[in-house]
């Protein structure tokens, strides 16, 4: 979709509204556009400044000499019109408005006029009332958010800007790695519709996540979504489910957060995962981004605690997945290795008074297992074993398989050196997590989607048909 790429990948930013002051949101943009070294022009605008942090300044878009792709509006409310139009005539392409003061007050009238004016010039909008965008793969950091995002293949559009910067630090902190975040607030004009059509061709895109309000116009919505899905995993976590959480949405950003019922069909049509907690969403997101698709095949619990077992199964079971007795050559291969008193049904119980290397070896051994299509690697620290050896051991075996050929997801339970461990393997791209329930349900999400994009598939094709 060429229209919606200078705004991925603009060759120039305007911010108009820069600041001489630090503290300002038009301050801030300007630093995280040098710090994130963007690799296109930065021109900042103020009529009252000749510099803002090294760079020249310009009175007004139309006074910059070079080309301008793209504009990040930073002025109070009642500037914005006439910004749009001198930026359009400037011929911008797509214009950034953090400015807030739009529909969420009331002001849809004053929103509606930058829109027109916008269209006037061929120009699209993202915003108003946003935090910015990231698009690492070109450096670009026009937020007043973080800036030092990692880079990597997860995709985040949010609805709600503070808490979407928010979740911009978590995924610093959780060491998830994107390639943009998207603030959509009033979509005045782009919206999740647009940016998952652009972003379901993106390489660099590998999942996407959306902390949702509501959809405007449903239809399309649908349509990008199911196509959408069809290429990669969509995640939602849809806020609003309540009558008291749809008034908070009317009040935050203007939009309608709609039926429960309705949005959950939609969901379950379009093949879209839908995550209760934005936890659950970012857990799903790290497995994603770091795993080869699931192909089939069962799935194999290797836990080292009965209770962590079962927990998990738990979980798979709630999100319709059960478990099935390991393939014959796995069970006859572990046998010798293991306690009589083991469990070689699934979960494998491979016991407490395994050693690291025992344990490492078992869940190898189901890894490397022909008929195993999945492994869920369940750990409960010891006195007998070093959760740290147990993350080294796992990392090493899965760099002389070549890195892994199927899903795997690892829960780390216990004190400081599991959480060490569980950081260790997610820095390796092995998706880790402190709780037995967090890595089933990232598991689930993995095996979950390749049968939900199988049924959008189906039910295309069906109506391709009729
Ligand atoms: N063109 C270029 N620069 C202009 C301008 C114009 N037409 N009009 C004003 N400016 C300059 C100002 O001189 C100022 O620069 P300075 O600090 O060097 O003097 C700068 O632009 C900012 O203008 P100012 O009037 O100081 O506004 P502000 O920084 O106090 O507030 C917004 C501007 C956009 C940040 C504010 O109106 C707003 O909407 N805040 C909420 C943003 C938000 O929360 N968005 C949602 C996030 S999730």
């Given amino acids: 979709m060429k229209e919606m790429e200078p705004l991925f990948k603009p060759r120039s930013v305007a911010v108009v509204g820069a600041s001489r002051h630090p503290g300002k949101i038009g301050y ?22 000749d510099e803002i942090l090294g760079l020249k300044a310009y009175p007004t878009v139309s006074s910059i000499p070079g080309e301008v792709d793209m504009v990040v509006v930073v002025v109070p409310a009642q500037f914005v019109p006439e910004v749009i139009e001198d930026a359009g005539k400037k011929g911008a392409k797509v214009a950034v408005i953090i400015t807030s003061g739009f529909k969420e007050i009331g002001r849809a009238d004053l929103e509606e006029e930058v829109v027109r004016r916008a269209r006037k010039y061929g120009m699209r909008v993202l915003g108003p009332n946003i935090f910015g965008i990231v698009y690492t793969p070109v450096k670009l950091n026009a937020t007043f958010g973080p800036s030092d995002v990692i ?8 609805q709600s800007g503070a808490l979407g910067i928010a979740l911009m630090g978590m995924t610093i902190v959780e060491k998830i790695g994107v390639s943009t975040i998207v603030s959509i607030g009033n979509k005045s004009d782009i919206d999740d519709a647009d940016l998952l059509n652009y972003l379901k061709d993106d390489e660099e895109t590998k999942v996407v996540l959306i902390y949702l309000e509501g959809v405007t116009d449903g239809k399309k919505f649908m349509e990008a979504a199911q196509n959408f899905t069809l290429r990669k995993p969509l995640i939602v976590i849809k806020a609003g489910k309540t009558a008291a959480g749809a008034k908070a949405v009317a009040s935050h950003t203007g939009s309608l957060a709609g039926n429960v019922a309705v949005y959950s069909t939609l969901f379950k049509e379009t093949g879209i995962l839908e995550a209760s907690t934005v936890e659950e969403a970012f857990d799903w997101a790290r497995a994603f981004s770091y795993l080869p698709q699931y192909e089939g095949g069962q799935l194999v619990i290797v836990t080292n605690g009965g209770g962590a077992g079962v927990l998990a199964t738990d979980v798979l079971a709630e999100n319709g997945i059960s478990l099935k007795t390991p393939p014959e050559p796995l069970v006859n291969e572990l046998r010798p290795k293991l306690p009589g008193f083991a469990s070689l049904k699934n979960p494998i119980d491979v016991t407490g008074m395994i050693s690291s290397e025992g344990y490492v070896e078992a869940v190898s051994a189901a890894l490397r297992s022909e008929g195993v299509g999945a492994v869920l690697a369940l750990y409960c620290e010891t006195a007998v074993t070093n959760p740290e050896d147990i993350a080294e051991g ?25 959480y060490n461990a569980v950081e260790m393997l997610n820095n390796a791209r092995i998706p880790a997590y402190p ?15 390749v049968e939900a994009r199988e049924r959008v598939r189906l039910r295309l094709q069906e109506l391709g048909n009729s």
Wanted: hydrophobic fraction near 45%.
């Fill in 394 to 418: 796992l990392i090493k075996e899965v760099n002389e398989m070549g890195g892994l050929k199927k899903p795997l997801t690892v829960a780390l339970i216990g004190g400081r050196k599991s």
């Fill in 151 to 158: 880079e990597g293949s997860v995709g985040f559009i949010t």
């Fill in 435 to 449: 709780m037995p329930e967090r890595a089933a349900s990232a598991m689930a999400a993995v095996i979950n989607y």
């Fill in 28 to 49: 801030a943009v300007v630093k995280n556009l040098i710090a994130s070294k963007y690799e296109g022009k930065i021109y900042p605008v103020n009529p009252k400044a």
